[in-house]
């Protein structure tokens, strides 16, 4: 029986992105998706390589330019 804890920190995501190795995740933001890691953790995705490793800090989602609408918008996978 695994006990690892996974927060998904990109509800939006198709894949997701975990953070393990922690239970101190604050929700900041629902709509832009923004969380504070309170203690070192890893955040693991099936889709990138671990980006964050034993460390903590502020997560929030890509924001990117779409020329077509002229307004940024969240990236997606």
């Given amino acids: 029986m695994s006990t690892t804890t996974k927060i998904n920190v990109a ?8 953070i393990t190795k922690t239970k ?23 889709n990138h390589t671990t980006l964050i490793q034993e460390e903590k800090g502020l997560i929030t989602c890509q924001m990117v330019y779409n020329p077509f609408a002229k307004m940024f918008e969240k990236s997606y996978d």
Avoid: M, Q, R
């Avoid at 509800?11 to 975990?18: D, I, K, Q």
């Avoid at 101190?24 to 203690?39: A, P, Q």
């Fill in 11 to 18: 509800p939006s995501s198709t894949s997701g992105h975990f």
């Fill in 24 to 46: 101190k995740v604050i929700n900041l933001d629902n709509i832009n998706e923004t969380f504070l890691v309170e203690e070192p953790a890893e955040l693991v995705t099936e």
